[in-house]
């Protein structure tokens, strides 16, 4: 799940900046909030990475991804680029739950 998660929420510290870079220009939002904002985001994208396996993440996780959908209010393509990353997200935690459940029986087996 760590590899899936992982992989996932860099992509969005990406999409985050770039966002963040759009909004400049388009938005009458201030530069200082704009960035501190996205810069929190990036951040917690990047340490939420090195913390996806501790519980309460996952739960951390989908709660970005509902403040990247409602960045749409700010750039509307967030809105539909928050979509793609929450589904993107869903599937990194559910086929990241069921790989690491296939390994735990596979090590289980070899063991026995």
Same mark, same amino acid.
């Given at each position: 799940?760590?590899?899936?998660?992982?992989?996932?929420?860099?992509?969005?510290?990406?999409?985050? /900046?770039?966002? =963040? #870079?759009? %909004?400049?220009?388009?938005?009458?939002?201030?530069?200082? *909030? +704009?960035?501190? @904002?996205?810069?929190?985001?990036?951040?917690?994208?990047?340490?939420?990475?090195?913390?996806?396996?501790?519980?309460?993440?996952?739960?951390?996780?989908?709660? /970005?991804?509902? =403040? #990247?959908? %409602?960045?749409?209010?700010?750039?509307?393509?967030?809105? *539909? +680029?928050?979509? @793609?990353?929450?589904?993107?997200?869903?599937?990194?935690?559910?086929?990241?739950?069921?790989?690491?459940?296939?390994?735990?029986?596979?090590?289980?087996?070899?063991?026995?």
């Amino acid at each position: 799940m760590r590899t899936l998660c992982s992989s996932t929420l860099i992509g969005e510290a990406f999409v985050v /900046l770039f966002a =963040a #870079l759009v %909004a400049m220009r388009l938005s009458d939002v201030s530069a200082g *909030a +704009l960035w501190t @904002v996205s810069g929190v985001a990036m951040a917690l994208c990047v340490l939420l990475c090195g913390m996806i396996t501790r519980p309460g993440a996952v739960a951390v996780g989908w709660a /970005l991804q509902i =403040a #990247l959908i %409602a960045s749409g209010f700010i750039v509307p393509t967030m809105f *539909a +680029l928050g979509a @793609v990353f929450a589904g993107l997200w869903w599937c990194s935690v559910h086929y990241g739950r069921r790989i690491d459940e296939i390994k735990a029986a596979r090590t289980a087996a070899a063991t026995a």
